[in-house]
């Protein structure tokens, strides 16, 4: 994948909204960032995927720089549910952008 | 929607058994399966890549002798640990995906080998 550098742990206060950075500057322009979460003993969950514009669903927001060097994703409203290791992932366009690479994620808790 | 369904939820089995798990796409037909192993305090490390209807592609390091895919039809792919040993205990997980979207995830299999 190219390599994404995220923070190992954050914090969050339960209710606040939580930003989650990822540095990906090596992706290529066909690359999308792909962010998914894991609960402690559950599979990943997807969370959102964006390529260039920002983008929105019931769970999250991703904002890409315009240089798509890097991105973030927002919690807006942190619940304790919400602690999880967070992921994010650019598949190599030479893998027809299937391969998921895990690396070690952030570490979110949050916190009553 | 998306769903996922993995089974066993976890297995204890015999050194030199074989065991095999299931994952299933519940409501979409997945033309690409993967399957994970994630080690204690690790990150999940892709084993396999399975098509439908053709042989899997392992990733290197990966026993495809020890660790059988089938990925029979569209909704259907098992992963079976064949002569499983301790050192193949593991939490497994699977994932389908349908063309170009997402992949998504079963909530993983805790294979016990004593």
């Known amino acids: 994948d190219a390599k994404t550098t995220q923070p190992t742990s954050m914090d969050c206060a339960e209710g606040r909204a939580a930003n989650l950075p990822c540095n990906h500057s090596t992706i290529s322009g066909n690359e999308y960032v792909y962010w998914y979460r894991q609960i402690h003993s559950q599979g990943p969950q997807y969370i959102i995927h964006g390529l260039k514009n920002n983008e929105t669903n019931e769970m999250a927001s991703l904002i890409i720089t315009e240089d798509r060097k890097s991105s973030t994703l927002i919690l807006p409203h942190a619940t304790l549910r919400d602690t999880a290791v967070y992921y994010c992932?650019?598949?190599?366009?030479?893998?027809?952008?299937?391969?998921?690479?895990f690396g070690t994620g952030t570490r979110l808790l949050v916190s009553p | 929607g998306a769903v996922v369904s993995q089974h066993p939820s976890w297995v204890i089995c015999k050194s030199g058994t074989s065991v095999k798990i299931e994952c299933r796409s519940l409501d979409f037909q997945a033309t690409t399966m993967f399957w994970y192993r994630q080690f204690p305090k690790q990150s999940l490390m892709l084993m396999a890549t399975?098509?439908?209807?053709?042989?899997?592609?392992?990733e290197q390091g990966v026993e495809k002798d020890k660790f059988l895919i089938n990925h029979a039809s569209l909704t259907l792919s098992t992963l079976t640990v064949t002569s499983a040993h301790p050192e193949d205990s593991s939490f497994y997980i699977c994932?389908?995906?349908?063309?170009?979207?997402?992949?998504?995830f079963g909530d993983g299999t805790r294979l016990s080998i004593l």
């Open positions: 994932s389908a995906s349908r063309y170009n979207q997402p992949q998504h």
């Open positions: 992932i650019v598949p190599r366009e030479d893998t027809g952008f299937q391969k998921l690479v």
């Open positions: 399975s098509n439908e209807g053709s042989k899997a592609t392992y």
